[in-house]
């Protein structure tokens, strides 16, 4: 595996000074670590991480006891009322944010596992799929939306998979994972070109971690290189520098971990 890197407290040096932050499903796997390295970061002023059950949420728990800057608040992707009211949360409290993302992601759960095949697919599953990984974030865009009104350097990503290609689609399979992360591709799209009239300095990205070390990828390691594995540490230390460093001709891309350009 490669090494982890000590995150970096100026990996957001490209945001304003005061940076006001919320990370979308962060109670484990990457989007936990998104909460860790950017807690590092001397420029973030406040950091809202959102999970299902924050009460339940032991890390999150811990680091918020430790950090003042940091609000664990409770969203429900599956329930818009509940992103509605997180966005009025964030909003009380200052008029703006500078980066928001959308880490949750829905692979497996119980019953609900990758179709290997046509007999596999199940309407149940292709909902469940849908509403995580694709209609989830896109209703986050619409909720906080307002809060990129504004004329600071702002990033709204959206963490997709290279699955989600329809270019790169090779080996096929997974459909209800492949086909929502295809739909989340195509509302980010749709999304970075409203932004570009109506929150105008907010850089919409949709982002490829890599098979990380989660939960999501577990029961599908055996056959990945361990080269080719990331440690969450890795990854995001990865991804922040994508995020720091995309500008205008990256707004609305599709980008890799290491800045590669994917195909749609
Ligand atoms: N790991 C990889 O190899 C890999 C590769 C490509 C792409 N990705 C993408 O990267 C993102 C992060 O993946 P990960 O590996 O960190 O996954 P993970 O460890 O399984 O974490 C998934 C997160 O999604 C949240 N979530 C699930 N259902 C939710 C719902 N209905 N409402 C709100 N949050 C919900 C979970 O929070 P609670 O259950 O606590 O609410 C959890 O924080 C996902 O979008 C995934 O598709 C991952």
């Known amino acids: 595996m490669r090494p982890a890197p000590a995150a970096d407290p100026a990996a957001l040096a490209s945001f304003p000074s005061a940076a006001r932050v919320l990370v979308q499903g962060a109670s484990r796997g990457i989007g936990l670590e998104f909460v860790r390295q950017l807690l590092a970061c001397t420029n973030v002023a406040e ?48 008029p703006r944010l500078h980066l928001l993302v959308n880490c949750a992601g829905l692979l497996h759960d119980g019953d609900l596992q990758p179709e290997k095949r046509l007999a596999d697919v199940t309407p149940d599953a292709l909902r469940r799929s849908f509403e995580v990984n694709a209609s989830g974030p896109l209703l986050v865009a619409k909720h906080f939306q307002p809060l990129f009104r504004h004329r ?49 300095s907010t850089v919409v990205l949709a982002l490829h971690p890599g098979t990380t070390d989660t939960g999501l990828s577990k029961p599908f390691q055996a056959n990945v290189d ?7 540490a890795y990854t995001v230390h990865a991804l922040l520098k994508v995020i720091d460093s995309a500008g205008p001709d990256e707004h609305g891309a599709f980008l890799a971990f290491d800045g590669e350009r994917l195909p749609w």
């Open 226 to 232: 361990p080269e080719w594995l990331f440690p969450p």
């Open 47 to 94: 950091l809202f991480a959102t999970c299902r059950d924050p009460g339940s949420a032991d890390d999150l728990r811990q680091l918020a006891d430790a950090d003042a800057r940091f609000h664990p608040v409770a969203l429900d992707l599956t329930n818009e009322a509940s992103i509605a009211r997180v966005a009025r949360e964030v909003s009380s409290g200052g």
């Open 152 to 200: 600071e350097r702002a990033v709204f990503a959206s963490l997709s998979a290279r699955v989600g290609s329809i270019g790169d689609n090779r080996l096929g399979g997974w459909y209800a994972y492949r086909g929502a992360k295809a739909a989340q591709n195509m509302f980010t799209r749709t999304v970075a070109i409203e932004f570009a009239r109506t929150a105008r």
